[in-house]
């Protein structure tokens, strides 16, 4: 079956510190790539897609890379601010199923 | 605006109750889905339904129940019979379940057992 693996949290990272969160999935047939994020008290919001090999989603200058060779779909971003403190999910979609969810990652960015 | 609302936004059940949670949305969206999220185990998926008058179970629909009578709502209750229901529940739509349509959420309902 599908599903996806999320690196452990919790990250805590100092403002303007680089990020990197691990996702790699295990998914027959051909997966869309999604991370989503919570922030406290709130449902998910939806980061950034991508949904063929190679592809780079990016928004809020989050991006990650669709690598099909890897099964991975890595959540980076150059300079994080305190504002970014919340918790990230990795997903993935096949077919016409429901999206599968990682347990997500709980990030803090402290100043 | 656009979007999906639950309600309320906290709940508290006494033993023994039925209680509903309420999902409504006015994007349009053919396809609903509830998740169920506890610390440390991310979302999992409890129902979800693609049509008007039909639903799916998901991984942990046991104590639960649905019903899709109108395409804007997908109310979830929570029967008696599922013993630990204490959880952040989320309600979700998408356009269809075509795996690169993403999902869009409601900013969920916390139940707690009195």
């Known amino acids: 079956g599908n599903s996806v693996t999320q690196m452990e949290g919790p990250v805590t990272l100092s403002e303007e510190a680089f990020l990197t969160i691990n996702c790699t999935y295990t998914?027959?047939?051909?997966?869309?790539l999604f991370w989503y994020v919570q922030y406290p008290g709130e449902g998910l919001q939806l980061l950034l897609k991508?949904?063929?090999?190679?592809d780079k989603g990016s928004n809020k200058g989050f991006e990650a890379t669709y690598r099909k060779e890897t099964t991975s779909f890595h959540l980076e971003k150059g300079s994080v601010q305190v504002s970014d403190s919340a918790v990230y999910f990795c997903?993935?979609?096949?077919?016409?199923?429901?999206?599968?969810f990682g347990k997500g990652t709980r990030l803090s960015v402290i100043a | 605006d656009g979007g999906i609302t639950q309600s309320p936004k906290y709940l508290f059940r006494k033993e023994g109750q039925n209680v509903t949670l309420s999902c409504e949305q006015n994007?349009?969206?053919?396809?609903m889905y509830w998740y169920r999220q506890d610390p440390g185990q991310g979302l999992r998926l409890i129902y979800y339904s693609q049509i008007v008058n039909d639903f799916q179970k998901g991984d942990i629909a046991e104590g639960y129940s649905v019903s899709r009578e109108k395409k804007e709502s997908f109310p979830l209750t929570v029967t008696s019979a599922q013993k630990n229901p204490t959880a952040f529940y989320l309600c979700a739509s998408s356009i269809i379940t075509y795996s690169n349509q993403p999902q869009h959420f409601g900013d969920g309902t916390r139940l707690s057992i009195l």
């Open positions: 998914a027959t047939g051909y997966p869309s």
């Open positions: 997903a993935l979609s096949t077919g016409n199923t429901p999206l599968v």
């Open positions: 994007l349009n969206h053919d396809a």
């Open positions: 991508a949904t063929k090999a190679d």
